[in-house]
């Protein structure tokens, strides 16, 4: 079956650090792949789409690789900041090619 | 949250009740979605609807019934059918563009004792 997987444990990582999260995938051939950032009781926040065909992509302070052969994608956000902090969900399109599929999401907690 | 409305934010019901959860959307989007979050859990897809009219099971659509009349409103009721029905609700739309990702509304925490 398909599945994704998150690290379950939270990330705790020191202002200023580059922290790197991994969205890893089986037994899917995904056409693209999605970032998503989440606060405590709110909705999910779209960050960053990055396709099959591309290996990187940056947005200001956050870069997304892809690497179809490992089934992993890295999220990274470069000089880290308190604000940063919160749960970081990736997201795979659907054999339906419409709806997508989540991962559990991993908790980030940028420490001054 | 940018452009969808989910009514209210907090719901209690007691057991055995239908409860029917509000999602309005003035992003001119196709595509609308309803999700399911539990805690430490990612979200599970109950229904999507690509049109009006048009609506589609996701995961775990059982005890969960929609209606898609107008292309502004999602409805989702949820039945006394649904077992464990207690849970973060959050609807979604998609500009279907494919180069950008799902707009989500503030969600509904519902409390079902």
């Known amino acids: 079956s398909q599945k994704i997987e998150q690290n379950s444990e939270a990330l705790n990582i020191q202002e200023g650090k580059t922290a790197t999260l991994t969205c890893n995938y089986t037994?899917?051939?995904?056409?693209?792949l999605q970032w998503y950032r989440q606060d405590p009781g709110r909705g999910p926040v779209f960050l960053l789409l990055?396709?099959?065909?591309?290996k990187e992509k940056r947005k200001e302070r956050l870069k997304v690789t892809f690497d179809t052969t490992l089934k992993q994608s890295l999220f990274h956000i470069t000089a880290s900041q308190p604000a940063d902090s919160a749960t970081y969900l990736c997201?795979?399109?659907?054999?339906?090619?419409?709806?997508?599929?989540f991962g559990k999401g991993t908790s980030l907690l940028v420490t001054p | 949250d940018g452009g969808i409305t989910q009514s209210p934010k907090y719901l209690f019901r007691k057991e055995g009740q239908n409860v029917t959860l509000s999602c309005e959307q003035n992003l001119n989007h196709d595509a609308m979605y309803w999700y399911r979050q539990d805690p430490g859990q990612g979200l599970r897809l109950i229904y999507y609807?690509?049109?009006?009219?048009?609506?589609q099971k996701g995961d775990i659509a059982e005890g969960y019934s929609v209606s898609r009349e107008k292309k502004e409103s999602f409805p989702l009721t949820v039945t006394s059918a649904q077992k464990n029905p207690t849970a973060f609700y959050l609807c979604a739309t998609d500009p279907g563009t494919q180069v950008g990702g799902q707009y989500f509304g503030p969600g509904t925490r519902l409390t079902v004792t």
């Open positions: 037994n899917y051939s995904p056409a693209y």
């Open positions: 990055i396709r099959e065909n591309e």
């Open positions: 997201a795979l399109d659907s054999d339906s090619g419409y709806a997508l599929n």
């Open positions: 609807s690509q049109i009006v009219n048009d609506f």
